[in-house]
């Protein structure tokens, strides 16, 4: 007797740290649901380290175009090399296409790809191009409208959580660099978009209180473009603050949010990287919205003002006129107070021990005075 033809799965969900990290959970019930089927999984080549390590596929596959959006080593700038990625795809003769992007054109690279069953989100006018059309809901958080996609395909998820792999290796150099002695409150006080950050003499108000509070000592996370500016303003920082940024990798990052007592940042993928780590989390948003793009995790608080406007409704910070400092109001207008008392609630352990996605979403909407 021969044996079945193996299934062949294609994911789309490229570009953004935090958007990659959450598609975590809809990767480990599909391999759940479909244990013997080959999966791959289309990312960008940057936000891809968060993942490494990750059972639940048998592959990563990099699509890299230039963009605005994300950092890009421009690997597809050719049409040349975007028509030789295509024939890759009708290559492996894919059976099912995921499409957990919204855009028209990876819908179009889904049906390019030659895969019969394609399904997505039934967004940006692009139906016509899938097999099967799933609604995307605004007012749900990003993890449950990707398993919304899993449930039309008639999976029925059996769990949401984060995950994060750290290598051994990964996790001795963020102790080398932290030392012993010490416990840590992660801060990362920067953002991929400016109108998203809260001022950050703010979070070094945080830090003082932290450290006066609950003798924590402040470790400050960012990237290489971050060096300059955090440096700037290192003398607003209390004493024998460890700041990090630029001087370690992605992955060496998370091995220090999984070592730190708790986190505290503006909406950014390092956020979501700290939920992943599963340590009580502090995240400030503005303009952008926390129930869709919000920590998930039981362990974690938002602040939020939640202005009649807010979540912007088109482009960031382009409906509104700014505060006397530039920014947006409702970013500008969260105060130190507010941050430091949903720090002090979470290092309470305060929190409720367990909250459906329902829960969650709900308490983040009555956070925000919704």
């Given at each position: 007797?021969?044996?079945?033809?193996?299934?062949?799965?294609?994911?789309?969900?490229?570009?953004?740290?935090?958007?990659?990290?959450?598609?975590?959970?809809?990767?480990?019930?599909?391999?759940?649901?479909?244990?013997?089927?080959?999966?791959?999984?289309?990312?960008?080549?940057?936000?891809?380290?968060?993942?490494?390590?990750?059972?639940?596929?048998?592959?990563?596959?990099?699509?890299?175009?230039?963009?605005?959006?994300?950092?890009?080593?421009?690997?597809?700038?050719?049409?040349?090399?975007?028509?030789?990625?295509?024939?890759?795809?009708?290559?492996?003769?894919?059976?099912?296409?995921?499409?957990?992007?919204?855009?028209?054109?990876?819908?179009?690279?889904?049906?390019?790809?030659?895969?019969?069953?394609?399904?997505?989100?039934?967004?940006?006018?692009?139906?016509?191009?899938?097999?099967?059309?799933?609604?995307?809901?605004?007012?749900?958080?990003?993890?449950?409208?990707?398993?919304?996609?899993?449930?039309?395909?008639?999976?029925?998820?059996?769990?949401?959580?984060?995950?994060?792999?750290?290598?051994?290796?990964?996790?001795?150099?963020?102790?080398?660099?932290?030392?012993?002695?010490?416990?840590?409150?992660?801060?990362?006080?920067?953002?991929?978009?400016?109108?998203?950050?809260?001022?950050?003499?703010?979070?070094?108000?945080?830090?003082?209180?932290?450290?006066?509070?609950?003798?924590?000592?402040?470790?400050?996370?960012?990237?290489?473009?971050?060096?300059?500016?955090?440096?700037?303003?290192?003398?607003?920082?209390?004493?024998?603050?460890?700041?990090?940024?630029?001087?370690?990798?992605?992955?060496?990052?998370?091995?220090?949010?999984?070592?730190?007592?708790?986190?505290?940042?503006?909406?950014?993928?390092?956020?979501?990287?700290?939920?992943?780590?599963?340590?009580?989390?502090?995240?400030?948003f503005g303009p952008t919205s926390p129930v869709r793009f919000g920590p998930w995790g039981v362990n974690s608080r938002?602040?939020?003002?939640?202005?009649?406007?807010?979540?912007?409704?088109?482009?960031?910070?382009?409906?509104?006129?700014?505060?006397?400092?530039?920014?947006?109001?409702?970013?500008?207008?969260?105060?130190?107070?507010?941050?430091?008392?949903?720090?002090?609630?979470?290092?309470?352990?305060?929190?409720?021990?367990?909250?459906?996605?329902?829960?969650?979403?709900?308490?983040?909407?009555?956070?925000?005075?919704?």
């Amino acid at each position: 007797m021969s044996s079945p033809v193996q299934q062949k799965i294609l994911v789309l969900r490229y570009r953004f740290i935090g958007d990659t990290i959450l598609t975590v959970p809809f990767l480990r019930n599909l391999r759940h649901a479909r244990p013997e089927a080959w999966i791959t999984w289309v990312v960008a080549p940057g936000s891809a380290e968060v993942v490494k390590g990750i059972p639940y596929v048998d592959e990563l596959l990099y699509w890299d175009p230039v963009t605005i959006h994300a950092d890009s080593r421009g690997t597809h700038k050719t049409l040349k090399s975007r028509l030789d990625f295509v024939r890759e795809l009708r290559r492996r003769k894919f059976d099912t296409v995921y499409v957990l992007k919204r855009s028209f054109s990876s819908a179009v690279m889904a049906l390019l790809s030659g895969a019969r069953r394609r399904i997505g989100f039934n967004t940006e006018g692009r139906g016509f191009l899938l097999t099967k059309r799933v609604p995307y809901q605004l007012d749900c958080h990003e993890v449950i409208n990707f398993l919304d996609v899993l449930r039309a395909d008639g999976i029925k998820p059996a769990d949401d959580h984060l995950e994060a792999w750290i290598e051994p290796a990964e996790d001795c150099e963020a102790r080398l660099l932290m030392g012993s002695g010490r416990d840590f409150l992660a801060i990362h006080p920067f953002a991929s978009s400016g109108v998203k950050s809260w001022p950050l003499e703010r979070f070094a108000a945080v830090a003082h209180a932290a450290k006066e509070l609950y003798g924590l000592t402040a470790v400050v996370l960012g990237g290489a473009r971050d060096l300059e500016l955090a440096r700037a303003v290192s003398g607003l920082f209390p004493e024998g603050t460890l700041n990090l940024a630029g001087a370690c990798s992605l992955r060496v990052t998370m091995a220090v949010l999984a070592r730190s007592v708790a986190f505290v940042g503006n909406d950014s993928g390092v956020m979501h990287l700290a939920a992943a780590a599963g340590i009580p989390l502090v995240a400030v948003f503005g303009p952008t919205s926390p129930v869709r793009f919000g920590p998930w995790g039981v362990n974690s608080r938002i602040v939020y003002s939640g202005f009649p406007c807010s979540p912007c409704r088109q482009r960031p910070f382009t409906e509104c006129e700014p505060s006397l400092s530039g920014r947006p109001r409702c970013i500008d207008e969260i105060s130190e107070s507010a941050v430091i008392d949903a720090l002090t609630l979470l290092l309470s352990k305060r929190v409720p021990e367990e909250l459906t996605p329902d829960k969650q979403d709900k308490r983040i909407l009555t956070e925000a005075g919704v």
